[in-house]
C-alpha cells in the first residue's frame, strides 16, 4: 500500500520477478538478492494494466518456504474485500502442487497437470464483504 512492502519482500529474496502492465506497455525486471539483475526492460504494447510480483523466500532467513495455498487465498481475499475493484489472482506453480493435480487427475499420465489458481475481485469492497459473510 505504501510501496515498502515490495522493498521488504525484496530484501528477504534470493529472487524477485515483476511484471508491470502500465502506460501503454508491459514492463519487467527481476532482482537478486535485492539487486536488479538488469535494466528496467519494456516489450509489448498492452491495453491493461496491472502489477504481478513473484517471489522466491530465501531459505537461510526464514525457517520455512513453505507456504499454505489456504492461507493466502484467505488473506488475499480479505485483502481484495478492503480495495474493492482491485483484482488479486493467486497462483500455486510449486512442483509439489502440480503432482497433486496429477495425482487428483484419472488418467494422469496423459493430462498435463493444471497450477491451483484462484482471483479475487469485489467492486463493492466492504459491501461485498458483509454480504459474504450474511452468506455463509
Known amino acids: 500500500l505504501h510501496g515498502v ?3 521488504v519482500v525484496n530484501a528477504l529474496s534470493t529472487k524477485v520477478a515483476v511484471e508491470i502492465k502500465r502506460d ?50 484467505r488473506r488475499f481475499q480479505e485483502m481484495a474485500f478492503l480495495n474493492k475493484g482491485l ?3 493467486l497462483t500455486d506453480e510449486r512442483e509439489s502442487a502440480k503432482a497433486t493435480a496429477v495425482a487428483d487427475e484419472t488418467a494422469a499420465d496423459e493430462q498435463t ?10 467492486e463493492g469492497g466492504i459491501v461485498d464483504f458483509v454480504k459474504y459473510l450474511n452468506s455463509r
Open 5 to 7: 512492502g515490495v522493498s
Open 24 to 73: 501503454g506497455y508491459r514492463w519487467t525486471q527481476e532482482y537478486k538478492q535485492g539487486v536488479p539483475t538488469a535494466p528496467l526492460a519494456k516489450h509489448e504494447e498492452v491495453r491493461e494494466s496491472g502489477t504481478s510480483v513473484t517471489f522466491w523466500a530465501d531459505a537461510e532467513i526464514f525457517e520455512t518456504t513453505e507456504y499454505s495455498f489456504e492461507t493466502l487465498s
Open 87 to 89: 483484482t488479486i489472482k
Open 113 to 122: 497437470p493444471e497450477v491451483k489458481t484462484v482471483t479475487y475481485h469485489y
